[in-house]
């Protein structure tokens, strides 16, 4: 494992697919690797691609690659995708798709499935993150099938937060809507050739409106629940708010990608114009830091407690015998050293 | 919160729909209410609707809650929706399709929005369907916006998960499918009078028959993780393996909902007939105690710790001076009793 995070920094790729297996699969020893990685992580812009189903978030990744590369970047993209024990891991439907951009050896892409654990996607998906990282990309575009809470999670943990919505999706994602306004950092119409995409712009920049633009500097997680953000300095360089901008593209076409670049890079400008990028990075280190001690002290307490204790409160909560809080007061009673 | 929940008991509808309220806040003491009512759960049967967006969900949902109540039945509904700070709670225009469910007594209907929190969102949702079946409702319906992995986590949690697809819904759906269908008790083409059913109904076979039916006994999430679950004993009554079956509704028109309701009480059935039913009620209570021995550690050890010492490692780890799992080392041994 050591040997291999040596290679994947000498720059050698199959290196690097080996770790994100690795990674993947939750391959015992990969910690060390990571461990070692992590001194040569934090140089990669890591941009979050997500929207509802159907908007072609794919295709915008591939145009946004595309463009990057023209101006000499390198590119990693990590593609999150949902599994199945049917198929064995991610379709790769979309990323045939990207064919345009295969044998360019500045364009790493790579789809990551997971196995159906709640934080197990958000975490194997940041550790994939710190891998092309260390690998040398100067660009991550992270890209996020679907919409739940896994997946802003993982936008989150992005700099960048790029939401992709597209003309005449239907009730349903108005609903999504909702909950993706409050992480985008800037908002993307595609397939903005459709009927109807100047009522989708207008009606996102009403939702804009709606909320007042204070509101967003409420919306921080930490420790997976919503607290409000440090109060901005007075005299901070960027203590005025970014207001999400709405860029319309056609990405199969390639129209709007340099206008969505450019609104990319003022965030980023944004960003590291003051203290918010370094706050933002903290913070996401908190929440790490956090979910890594919550699962630590989990496991120690399964592997202090007797083997069956769980099994029994758990048939005498199923027969209503006991509360599911009371049956925890009962767990933390038989730890050691209470 | 006592005497709400004893006013709930008594059938008290505003009762019911201010301890949802109190369990959507997270107010402080619903836990004591809850506490109390748990001895009055475990008598309705639950079945989670989910799939991707425009699907048709809700008017599913809408049909199913009619054709039950024409049987006799009384019916709760759960609306589980991403919510954003910029709309201060759920986007309620799927709610005003189900108008014509309004005045009926033996209904009742609440959309739920959570606060962006990770595990928040199944918990509360979790905790509400507990108020729906304590107050007595027969059939809880829990519908889920979305495809994430957390509203995977709460059609898990229910004892049928219905899985809803629609044809020519794009590309990105087929990704999601396969995530479904891992869960998928009964799987449902909704919008069969469009063009593309046959096609989406044999596409789903053909997926479901990809997967060897044994594999299904491997799914289920335990702590997480994908564990292997119990092996079937021997002589059980319903050792067979449940497949999937795929009906075809056109939910508006109230199509072929007759032949969904006929697969629910199968599925019912058939956990009923042996010990599947118990198991996987065991199960989910099993996760649930892990849940929150998880999260109470994790809380006395945030109140034990210094109060800046995550602090402090963040920007320690920030300026890469020490790698996450380093960090989390430290911030165990600065906990007392250690």
């Not at 690797?33 to 691609?49: K, N, Q």
């Not at 345009?100 to 196995?115: E, K, Q, W």
């Not at 989150?156 to 108005?174: N, S």
């Not at 607290?227 to 007075?234: E, F, R, S, T």
């Amino acid at each position: 494992m050591i040997e291999l995070a040596q290679r994947l920094i000498a720059g050698d790729r199959r290196a690097l697919a080996r770790l994100l297996s690795h990674v993947e699969n939750e391959r015992e020893g990969v910690e060390q690797a990571l461990a070692v990685l992590f001194a040569h992580t934090g140089r990669a812009y890591v941009v979050g691609v997500t929207g509802a189903p159907g908007t072609g978030k794919s295709s915008l990744v591939n145009a946004l690659a595309k463009a990057c590369r023209a101006r000499g970047q390198t590119v990693g993209i990590l593609a999150v995708d949902p599994t199945s024990p049917f198929t064995g891991g991610a379709i790769l439907g979309d990323r045939i798709r990207m064919r345009d951009l295969a044998g360019d050896g500045g364009v790493f892409i790579r789809s990551m499935a997971t196995r159906g654990s709640l934080g197990g996607l958000a975490r194997a998906a940041r550790d994939a993150v710190r891998l092309l990282d260390a690998a040398g990309f100067d660009l991550v575009l992270v890209e996020t099938v679907g919409a739940g809470q896994s997946e802003v999670e993982i936008a989150r943990a992005a700099h960048t937060t790029l939401v992709v919505e597209a003309p005449g999706l239907g009730d349903d994602v108005q609903a999504i809507k909702a909950g993706m306004l409050e992480i985008a950092d800037v908002l993307v119409v595609n397939k903005a050739d459709r009927p109807g995409a100047v009522n989708t712009v207008r009606a996102l920049k009403a939702m804009l409106e709606l909320g007042h633009p204070a509101a967003r500097s409420q919306m921080i997680s930490h420790h997976g629940r919503l607290m409000p953000a440090a109060a901005p300095v007075n005299g901070e360089e960027n203590a005025a708010l970014w207001i999400p901008p709405v860029v319309q593209t056609v990405a199969t076409e390639d129209q709007g990608i340099g206008e969505l670049l450019a609104a990319l890079d003022a965030h980023r400008a944004y960003l590291a114009g003051g203290e918010a990028l370094a706050r933002r990075e903290r913070e996401q280190i908190a929440i790490e830091l956090t979910d890594r001690l919550r699962d630590t002290l989990l496991a120690e307490a399964l592997a202090a407690l007797p083997p069956a204790a769980l099994a029994a409160l758990a048939e005498q909560v199923q027969a209503r015998e006991l509360d599911p809080q009371g049956a925890v007061q009962r767990l933390l009673a038989a730890l050691p050293g209470r």
